[in-house]
């Protein structure tokens, strides 16, 4: 709309904000809007001349810096936190004249699959608002589901984009691991987590990942994408090979979820590919290691947050006191949890048999993607088992909250891009597949992935915004 | 879900506090000491995998770094640095007494 100068940035941000008053009440996904910045920079970009992307709006998840605007990474002990900086990702969508429309909400320091984990209220699935919109993007997918921002980012620890993505009927990518700088993200675990885009249609997420991906200064692990991304055209398929790891899909997974998969592989062997048996022995032990690696290296990260220098502050007589009050304050239940499971997988006694042991299944899953991917292009699977559940139903068994993520996890801990997108409804609530390639191949998982789309035809706007009943 | 659960003392688990620095009251330290006990039960799976021969992997990345030239600029300002300290003054962060 912009590039045909159908309209101007300011009008479009004007009918985005205009849909947040309306809506956003209901949804809760935004934790901060402020809607004269967003107007004053869409003004900006007017001013400057509209090209390229410049004067669309974006939301960003609240574990992204932004620059004098708060960022509490859904923490009650960042509450009121101003970044001095933007995060490498917010500052290269300013450069793009990509306009704030706000930060989203989360689970609190990325940790868990629901939103339900923050410290400032659920945010409701645009689908079934009784629902919720998976996490730990959660805010960032309804947002864009319920037509309040046209894309956002999120991050991805052990599938913290593409589970909400599948929740909210949404495009998400993991990009693989190194190719999109971390530089300002709110660290949770960082030899897992990338930021990666939330969007209506593979397209989109290719033109976003073209803004974020590349190598930064500021970030030792990111080096960058091997090749430029490219957007892709919808096509066949034929030469493909396909894997799918049945051993892994044969429990746990939701039958209409299964019924929407199969129906996948129909339209990919329709589309002229062929499908193959892979066997992923050890991604069965992904939960496991990443209920150890991921704690561990959030019990370091989370260390920071002492009360010292800011963030919140509870006084004590004495310094240690303080540590302890602040933190007891200041976190919530998941993240307690985690930073003691964290701790103890690390601590004396505990180290090689729990954190190193985690680490030699690590390599296993890696052996296991590259060995499947010797004889396959791309692996398919489910991107959740289950569609989105009710408030409350997995709060009371971290474990069964956890289990949201088996398809998801294996592929962090390989550093491997996988991407998600909506294959069909189940009693009326988004499903999705999850295409897993090599190192670098996001441009292969951008063409897969379009061809998919558009023989899915799914809709991605929720009836409830269509003003019929959900 | 595996119902297996590792047995952890009180003491274990409010050492493990101590060292995370949180300071959990009575409840919490039962209630996440359950929890723990659970998730960890879980988690031990693979402790007993026979892969000790496998290289434990850090990390996904497999380039090595390459080092920026070693040469200085600037860092925050004074002001910057103290802009969201709870306790700022002009000579740095204040915090209560170190010790009892």
Partial sequence: MLQARDCTAVELASAYLERIELYDGDVHGYL??????????????????????????????????TKGVPTTAGSKILEGFMPLEDADVVARGKAAGLVSLGKTNLDEFAMGSSTEHSAYGPTCNPWDLTRVPGGSSGGSAAVVAAGLAPWSLG??????????????????????????????????????????????????????????????????????????????????????TFGVPWAELEEGVEPGIRARFDGSLQIARDLGAEIVDVELPYARHGLAAYYVIAPAEASANLSRFDGVRYGLRVEAPDVRSMYEATRDAGFGPE????????????????HDAYYLQ??????????????????????????????????GARLDDPLAMYANDIFTLPVNLAGVPALSLPNGLVEGLPSSLQIIGPSHSENLLFRLGAAFEEAHGFDPVPPLLRGGSS | MNVRRIELTTDEVRHVAALARLGLDDAEIERLGFELQGILGHVATISTLPIADVPPTAHALDVSVELRPDVARAGLTREQALANAPDPTPDGFRVPPIGS
């Fill in chain 1, 358 to 391: 985690a680490q030699r299944v690590r390599t296993l899953i890696r052996r296991d993607f590259d060995a499947a991917f010797s004889s396959v292009d791309a692996i398919l699977s489910p991107t959740a088992p289950t569609t989105a559940f009710e408030f």
């Fill in chain 1, 155 to 240: 991050t991805d620890t052990g599938g913290s984009i593409r589970q909400p993505a599948a929740f909210c009927g949404l495009v998400g990518l993991m990009p693989t691991y190194g190719t999109v700088p971390r530089f300002g993200v709110v660290a949770f675990a960082c030899s897992l987590e990338q930021v990666g885009p939330i969007t209506l249609t593979v397209r989109d997420a290719a033109l976003l990942q073209q803004i974020i991906a590349g190598a930064s200064e500021r970030d030792a692990t990111c080096t960058g994408p091997r090749e430029p991304i490219v957007v892709p055209t919808a096509g066949r398929l034929d030469g493909i």
């Fill in chain 1, 335 to 350: 993240v307690k949890r985690r930073i003691m499971i964290g701790t103890y997988v690390l601590s004396a006694g505990y």
């Fill in chain 1, 32 to 65: 901060h809007v402020d809607a004269e910045r967003t107007l004053a920079d869409a003004a900006a970009q007017d001013a400057a001349g509209t090209t390229g992307l410049s004067g669309v709006p974006i939301a960003y998840k609240d574990l992204l810096s």
